[in-house]
């Protein structure tokens, strides 16, 4: 008798403390959803005064009626500089919230891979010139001239990927590399001749907000989102992203990215959500 007034007791906390999970997680959810959505409008209420800031700093450095001096155009810069990188900070973080929340829209596209060497070199070639580094791009000779993925997302993943290159080399070269592997993968590779990635680390790095090192992060400045939000959009698409990396010698991530259709990008952002 008396066990079983305790077996009926255990079984009613038991009840009752599912009940208080059930809460929590619902609270859970509910705060997370506020958090996605201040974000998104945080982000959208930030970009408009920002802009206007760009668009004028941009005209004032231009300094086009000579109406500033040397030093005062080149503040003009400087503001100019700091806005872009607050807004691509911004444009991180709510990048970052919306994967968490499982929010991302992804779409494939027949994307034109003939079309993206230029489009690199149009970003690039300007920083390459100016840190006297060489910028070589290579396709692969069986390249097929499109794939279906998300043409946009690809363009932001090669983009923090060459921008991470050209930040962390001094002298030599970067290069992006374009190959159709056996298993029909697209393999896209940006091999630097940088500073490299101590082997402890190499794994964090792709954590939000890890840098090697605060000194490194001091010296070359971001913000240790570029490959969180990379190698999230590379897994939401169905790929892997690899690293090789030696101290002083040289780093190189690849890319492997599958031929996706709507049906399997949907299910892939379907499980994700779960
Ligand atoms: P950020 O570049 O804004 O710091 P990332 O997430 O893109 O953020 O990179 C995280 C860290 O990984 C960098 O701070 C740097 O320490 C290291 N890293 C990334 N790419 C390279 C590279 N090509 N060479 C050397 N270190 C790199």
Same mark, same amino acid.
């Given at each position: ?36 959505? *201040?974000?998104?409008?945080? @982000?959208?209420? =930030? %970009?408009?005064?920002?802009? $206007?800031?760009?668009? !004028? ?110 930040? *962390?080399?001094?002298?030599? @070269?970067?290069? =992006? %590399?374009?190959?159709?592997? $056996?298993?029909?993968? !697209? ?88």
């Amino acid at each position: 008798e008396e066990q079983y007034l305790i077996a009926e007791q255990k079984t009613k906390e038991l009840e009752k403390a599912k009940e208080e999970l059930e809460d929590y997680s619902e609270q859970l959810q509910k705060s997370s959803q506020y958090k996605t959505n *201040f974000l998104a409008n945080m @982000s959208h209420e =930030l %970009r408009t005064p920002l802009n $206007s800031i760009l668009i !004028l700093s941009q005209l004032l450095a231009e300094n086009e009626n000579q109406t500033l001096n040397e030093d005062e155009a080149g503040f003009a810069k400087v503001i100019h500089t700091s806005g872009t990188d607050l807004l691509k900070l911004i444009d991180d973080i709510l990048d970052l919230s919306k994967i968490e929340a499982g929010k991302v829209i992804l779409t494939v596209d027949e994307v034109n891979l003939t079309e993206i060497p230029e489009l690199m070199k149009l970003t690039f070639n300007p920083i390459a010139e100016k840190k006297d580094i060489a910028f070589v791009i290579e396709m692969d000779a069986n390249l097929p001239n499109v794939w279906y993925t998300d043409g946009q997302r690809l363009q932001q993943i090669l983009k923090n990927l060459l921008s991470n290159a050209f930040k *962390f080399t001094d002298k030599g @070269s970067v290069q =992006l %590399r374009f190959e159709h592997t $056996s298993q029909d993968m !697209l393999a896209i590779s940006v091999t630097d001749t940088g500073i490299g990635i101590p082997k402890d680390k190499q794994k964090l790095i792709f954590e939000a907000f890890q840098q090697v090192d605060g000194n490194t992060n001091r010296l070359y400045g971001g913000t240790g989102l570029g490959l969180s939000i990379c190698s999230e959009f590379v897994k939401l698409l169905g790929g892997s992203i690899e690293l090789n990396s030696t101290i002083d010698k040289g780093s190189c991530f690849t890319v492997y990215l599958p031929q996706l259709s709507q049906e399997k990008l949907d299910s892939i952002l379907l499980a994700q959500q779960e």
